[in-house]
Each structure stands twice: as C-alpha cells, then as structure tokens.
C-alpha cells in the first residue's frame, strides 16, 4: 500500500496547493492513506475547526500537528470531537484529543498514525522515545502499518528516534523546521526516515514567514507581526510504499510540487 505524507501546511498558500493539487496525487499515484501535518495551517499558527473541516473535504485522511495545536483556543474542544486531527501523544496529563488514530486505508487495511513532539529546544513535555514504546505495546498486532510524525526540532533527536524504531514502524517522518531534507532513505530494519518533509506554502520566505519582516526582526531586535510571505508555493511530501502483511517500508521518495501564485 501507499501512504502520502505532506509537510507542514503554511497559512492560505499551503492550504490552497493542497486543494489543486491532492486529488490529482491521489489518483495518479495510487494513494490509500494521505497524512498531512496541518498545524500552521491558520495564517501560519494553529489551526481552527473550520479549516480543519475544510482540509478533510480535500482528501486528506489524518491532520497531524505539534506544538502550535494550541494556538487557536477553538482547537480544544473540537480535538475531543474530531479524532483524525492528531496533537503530539506525549503531552503530560489528561488533556483534550488523541496522538493516534487507527483507521482503515482506502485499500481497507488497518494503519496506525502516531504523532510525537521532540524535546530539544521544545517545550519539556514527557519523553517521546517511552511513549512510542507505550503506544506500540498497546496497539493490536494486527495493525501492521504504522506511521509516526516527529514533530522536533533537531535533526540527532529526530535521527535517534528512527533508529530506536527502526523495525516496529513503517515511517518516522520529520517536522516542525519548514526545511526539507536530503536524507530520504529506509533504514536497516525496514523503517522509511527523513529528518523533515518540509513545509507546504511560500518558499520565497523564513520558513513561510514574509522574510522582510523576519530581516526587519533580526536587524533591529524590535518584534514583528509575523505574516504569511508571497509569491511561489510548493508542495512537499513523501511517498511510501509499504508491504501491508509485515509493516517494512518498501520505497520511500520526496514529491514536490510547484505552483506560482
């Protein structure tokens, strides 16, 4: 089977290349489970109901985020409500929503999608290495494929979890840094890895952020409002095909698309 996993989606731009753009990848390349994460898909910070909504009409199975999922306060109570959109599992305490999902693909195969948040130079929340232990040994067995968005700010952090996964899931996929990274590879264990997927939105930007305003920022110390930048878009995922009856990676390689605005 196939799993499509797109990088993080960047305010109005990212929302819109994904609404051109999804069907189509879907169709052409067999798709049976598209992930996304989606949480600056708000102007660029969070998320909100609507626009959750919004991007599961466009074909998207599972929302993933990370340590912005708080940032719109009409999130909290509609991740009780709506348990395809994904905050980091390893949040301490009872908290509102879910860090996994387990649904049926398009092909009628049972998957597994596990979302965690890095520690390093991130807010100090429980550890992620443990709680993918705690996850896993609680899933049925029968759930095979298994995909797990990293959501973390450093590559060695990122790079550690793969490897202490590497053989139990399907996919340890990067996010958080808007950067894509060329390390697209299957680890020795059958585990599909890229230190971040990159970011869907303007690349003409600091990580999708109008960079006028970012140099203003750097320059001068004094705060901006940050705004979404202009000017071309791209779409950035990965695909990766998995051998449904034993969970392995088979082939993992980035898909990018271009759209000028």
Known sequence: MKLLFIGDIFASPG???????????????????????????????????????????MGLDV??????????REITDYLDRQPRLLRPANYPGN??????????????????????????HM????????????????LDPSVKVRLIDFHA?????????????????SAVLGTHTHVPTADTRILPKGTAYQSDVGMTGPYDSVIGVDKD?????FLTGIPV???????????HSVIVEVDESTGSAISIRRHTVERSE
């Open 153 to 169: 700010e450093v590559t060695s952090e990122k790079m550690a979890l793969g490897f202490y996964l590497d053989g139990r899931v």
């Open 63 to 72: 929302l993933t985020s990370g340590n912005h999922i708080w940032d719109k």
């Open 95 to 120: 908290i509102p929503g879910s860090g996994v999902h387990v649904g049926r693909a398009r092909n009628g195969v049972e998957a597994a999608i596990i979302n965690l948040q890095g520690r390093t």
């Open 123 to 138: 807010l100090p929340i429980d550890d992620p290495f443990r709680k993918a232990d705690e996850i896993l040994n609680g």
């Open 213 to 217: 305003l970012i140099l203003r920022r």
């Open 15 to 57: 929302r819109r290349i994904v609404g051109e753009c999804l069907s189509e990848i879907i169709s052409t390349e067999r798709i049976d489970l598209a992930v996304a994460n989606a949480e600056n898909a708000a102007a660029g910070f969070g998320i909100t109901p609507m626009i959750a909504e919004e991007l599961f009409a």
């Open 225 to 235: 409002r940050m705004e979404p930048a202009r000017g071309k878009v791209e779409l």
